[in-house]
């Protein structure tokens, strides 16, 4: 112990140095470190204290050993994972629903939020508005009740199809619809309460700009594609990145209370299948295991997306 | 701390069972030699009520001492007019008639009862009693020291309780381990009637109207839903959930769309749809099916959407539960129609036979109260005096009844609910929840005769039909069986694949998705899944059940 005291004071001119700029600095921004405080403290017991829990994964936890007394099984419930026949199903259902949710369902509030910024008549778009984020407020249990009432074979998509024509079927029942119900009514219910951010970024445009686009003769398109857009890009780009780092978080209870198993085959992803496993409850390290699995290749994507996105248009993340 | 705790509980417990085990050899012995002779059972019960006398003055105990129960179940749930188990009638009654106060301990209403639980399992000190699913891990939570076996005590502090389960080898051998260590107190129903709630239904009047009687064969069901066809427009709707077992009788199979394991005539334990009888059923579901005579929408529907389609004189034919039953009715009733819903007798295959199986579940519900090892041993004897009051003659009317006078009456011989029950605004099965504690889980016999009163007349007719021919418990599975660590981790890997791809298959070979010509390649991709493996699990968890 005293050893390790004197250490950095006879090798001490960079550490002591660092002491000295350090308190300096402290002594400088007082209130500012004060105020940091509490988020500090937050995050460090709240965020990465709980972190330790991980390594549960890597064990056989059982709860009346806890955490730290439960038996180390190395990688067991990472190959137990891998090995289900059903891994590479599961994973490419994540994919295909997280990509077309962001596929059709990222670029949808943008254009909301550019026709919105067109139109002139302040009641009207005021209207719209408040209409278009009304249904993110029901609960998905409901919308997803409305849903299934909706498709089936006297509900009203098929009072449509069969108004054209069509045969009257059960929609929910086939595989290939189940993606656009599922990503038109995420859109539906979304597309209203994600425009908002997009409308604030709007209101920041410098309204000189769109003047001096008049006068050099841009139409009302021109003004849109050659102002606007540009002005929203650094949101746009901060918001993808983002989406992209949640790529394998799909909403599962939406999942859960829409399909069946005639649609496994294209809806089952891992929450659902490790939640129907009732695994959840019996089994913490498995579902560490998969939880840290999504985590992983979240950040990964979520890496690579900023790394891009730093390279082509010089707006990042960090 | 916690460790060090654990270790004096331990060591608490083991000297203290040294102990009880020299000095109660004796009687010990006594109550297990008597106990293998069946005549000699009810001399034996004088006999240990005799020594009870001396050191058991009844209830109420006079006692100051409170105990702590946790519990995920019925008798937690409290009446939603009631804030506290102080308001609680059924809870003030309790604590008056056994002496003793009592810590109510509930998950929060919302949360997941599994994950509550395993929380709670985590804390420093338990709660003398804990009421849960136990049966699975039972053997795991002993040997980790988290419940008390109670063997040695039961018999002695427990009288009633011990009784019954030497009368019933059912009750028996389910609350007690594959090695013979007796740790629970159990959930029971009085009958297997009060334990079967699903089972077809079919329109009485349109019967009636077309001149048909009431279908037995799979031929007369065929017949009746072709009719109803052409008369009404109306087809066989159904949730999935309630189509199990459904119509698998009439073929001799033993489950339809959720993957399901049975005990045959040999007791082997046999996965249903692997079995040729259960493809023969699939192909009269899939011709039915593409005959339009079965509902599409059947496959996405759930209790909601079938009570709509019900109203809208949609369906003539399904297969339902009591509840959802009742619902019909009423609305049937409310709204003008003369749909008559009726329960109709499980399908056989030739005329004049039983049917192979129908739903029910076990008579002993999965719920079971045990008693942890933070309950100190100067207390043991009170805590199983007070779980022993609900199996008393007492006991039973108390929990299944309330008080006489109150909730309850002697109408020639038979209790009756008074008008407190029976009148009260909310419905009778509300109100129950006040009084009784019987109506979900209970620590105690589930009278059938409660059952018999909460229910409106048509339900229990129809109960009375789906039993009337059937011995529900020949081939069911019981729900006490218990598996060891290893045998429980593999389990869960093995059948999530298997019960994934088997209910995917079974909807696919109903729609046609997948041709029945087939099954031989769906049984041969069951086999890759170890479905082998499993049922030998199940097989070796079933033996040991039975010979316990």
Known sequence: ?318 | MKNLAQRCAIALTLSIGITLLSGCSQSGEDSASSSKVDSGSQSSAVNSVATEEETFAGYPIETDETISVWCAGQVTTLHSSYTSYEESPFHIGLEEMTGVKVDWQAPTAGTDRSQAFNLMLNSDTLPDVICFTLFEKAPQYIEEKIIRDLTEEMPLYAPNYWALLQENEHFDRSVKTDDGQYYAFGSFRESEWAATYVGPVVRKDWLEEQNLSMPETMDDWDEVLRTFKDAYNAQLSFHKGRLSPGFASGYNAYASLLATIYVDDNQKVQFAMAQPEWKEYMTQLHQWYDEGIIDPDSVTLDDAGMRTKALNEKVGVSCTAISQLSNWVNDAKSSGLDADWVGAPYPVKNEGDIPCIIQGEDTISTYAAAVTTSCPDEKLELVLRWLDYGYTEEGYMYWNYGKEGESYTMVDGVPTYTELVTEDPEGINMALTKYVGTTGTGLAVQAENMVRQKNVPVCIEAVDTWTSKNQLSDHMYPSACSLSTEESTEVSTIYAPISTYAEEMALKFLTGEESLDNFDAFLAKLNSMDLDRYLEIKQESYKRFMVR
């Open chain 1, 1 to 318: 112990m005293q050893i390790e005291h004197i250490k950095p004071a006879r090798s001490g001119k960079p550490a002591g140095h660092l002491r000295r700029t350090l308190v300096r600095d402290f002594k400088m921004n007082k209130w500012k470190y004060l105020i940091i405080l509490p988020v500090i403290v937050y995050f460090a017991i709240f965020a990465y204290k709980p972190m330790y829990g991980v390594i549960i994964a890597f064990k056989n936890y059982r709860p009346s050993l806890g955490i730290l007394d439960s038996p180390w099984v190395g990688l067991l419930q990472f190959k137990l994972f891998f090995r289900d026949i059903y891994f590479w199903r599961l994973l490419r259902n994540t994919f295909c629903i997280s990509g077309l949710s962001i596929l059709f369902g990222f670029p949808a509030p943008i254009i909301l939020a550019l026709l919105l910024n067109e139109i002139r008549c302040s009641w009207f778009k005021r209207t719209v508005q408040t209409i278009s984020y009304m249904p993110y407020f029901i609960s998905v249990v409901v919308i997803c009740g409305l849903i299934k009432a909706f498709c089936q074979t006297d509900g009203v998509f098929n009072d449509l199809i069969a108004f054209f024509g069509g045969e009257r079927t059960n929609l929910l029942a086939s595989k290939q619809n189940f993606y656009p119900i599922y990503v038109g009514s995420g859109i539906w219910q979304s597309i209203g309460w994600d425009s908002i951010i997009y409308l604030a970024a709007l209101s920041g445009i410098d309204q000189e700009q769109y003047e001096a686009a008049k006068i050099d003769g841009a139409s009302r398109f021109g003004q849109m594609v050659y102002v606007t857009l540009p002005g929203l890009l650094p949101t746009i780009t901060i918001l993808f990145i983002l989406r992209m780092g949640g790529i394998l978080n799909v909403g599962y209870e939406k999942i859960l209370l829409l399909y069946q198993p005639l649609t496994y085959e294209v809806a089952d992803v891992f929450s659902t299948y490790v939640y129907r496993k009732g695994i959840i409850e019996a089994n913490y390290s498995y579902s560490t295991a998969v939880g840290l699995f999504n985590s992983v290749v979240n950040i990964v994507f979520l890496l690579l997306t900023n790394g891009i996105s730093k390279k082509v248009n010089e707006t990042s993340l960090f």
